[in-house]
């Protein structure tokens, strides 16, 4: 079977429902987020208003217990799976990692889910407890209750740069006090309040957690990457962690690079990669430079004009 002989939809259910078939046959706990996985409450209506309009998904995402990971990718390696991106390759916040398939496409396997802070594997328990089942694709597949994805696609959205997002306004501007109630309440047993804060405009009431700034960074849709690492050297667990990050921010993301250009890299692409980087980081150090000076300038001269006055 060819992957352009079936349609993008019907192959994002295949791939969901074959995702469940190999965390079943492997022992693996799995819950299927987002796209076609979402509660039928959570999905855009008809104008009559009394349909769902299916998510326009391309690939799956799979949240995996914490301690079936390794488990769960080594089924995935002998079922013609490839990983393209690592988790710390995968994203600022180190929580999935890309995989691909020459028929189903890709799916993201997620360790843990962005926003979330507890322990990962007490956090999975805590989503488990009340997981529903859905049919996708012939298959009855795991996912998340309903306020749990109400949770899960607010955090979603948080990093979308899109205040309003139509998830955020399905998940949460259109929920009843009841349900924000009960997503409020997951959020703080799984300690994701800055996140859910994040999504629903209540950011700056976290100012000062270690985790404000990189929040502000994707719910803002600043691009800066000066900005972004910034931030996640400051979200860092400890110091160590802390350092971590910061020697990653000096290497070039070759799994990115690699599904951008759409081919093995050389080293010509590489070096091309690093120049390119090597610039846009000097292009923004010169521009928080000039920023900063402008700042200053225009504070000294007001400071100046109210010294006169007096």
């Known amino acids: 079977m060819e992957k352009s002989s079936i349609s993008t939809g019907d192959r994002v259910l295949l791939t969901h429902g074959i995702l469940q078939r190999t965390a079943d046959d492997a ?16 999905l855009q209506l008809t104008e009559d208003g ?26 995935l390696d002998t079922n013609d799976w490839r990983m393209t991106a690592d988790f710390i390759a995968g994203s600022a916040f180190g929580h999935a990692a890309n995989y691909w ?31 529903q089942e859905v049919q996708l694709a012939h298959v009855t597949c795991n996912t998340p209750a309903l ?5 899960i696609i607010l955090m979603h959205t948080a990093r ?29 047993r799984l300690d994701a309040k800055v996140a859910l804060a994040a999504a629903t405009g209540h950011l700056e009431d976290y100012r000062s957690d270690r985790n404000y ?19 996640r050297i400051r979200a860092a667990d ?19 690079l690699r599904m951008d250009l759409g081919h093995d890299l050389t080293r010509a692409d590489v070096l091309r990669g690093y120049r390119d980087r090597t610039l846009r980081a000097l292009q923004e150090l010169a521009a928080v430079t000039h920023r900063a000076i402008h700042e200053h300038l225009s504070r000294s001269t007001q400071g100046a004009a109210h010294r006169s006055r007096r």
């Open 101 to 131: 398939h020459e028929v189903l496409g890709y799916c993201d396997v997620h360790r843990r889910f962005p926003g979330i802070e507890i322990n990962s594997e007490r956090a999975f328990d805590i989503l488990w407890a009340d997981h």
């Open 213 to 231: 700034d990189l929040w502000r960074q994707f719910s803002t849709g600043d691009t800066s990457r000066w900005h972004e690492w910034r931030a």
């Open 50 to 75: 009394q349909h769902t309009i299916p998510r326009r998904s391309t690939d799956a995402d799979v949240l995996v217990r914490p301690s079936h990971l390794e488990r769960f990718q080594r089924a």
């Open 160 to 188: 979308s740069g899109w205040p309003d997002h139509p998830d955020r306004v399905r998940a949460w501007d259109d929920a009843s006090e009841a349900d924000r109630d009960a997503v409020r309440a997951l959020a703080t």
């Open 27 to 42: 022992g693996v706990d799995i819950l299927l987020i987002k796209g076609p996985a979402l509660d039928p409450d959570l």
């Open 238 to 256: 400890n110091p160590v962690e802390a350092f971590k990050v910061a020697i990653r921010s000096l290497r070039l993301n070759q799994a990115h």
């Open 147 to 151: 306020t749990a994805q109400r949770l």
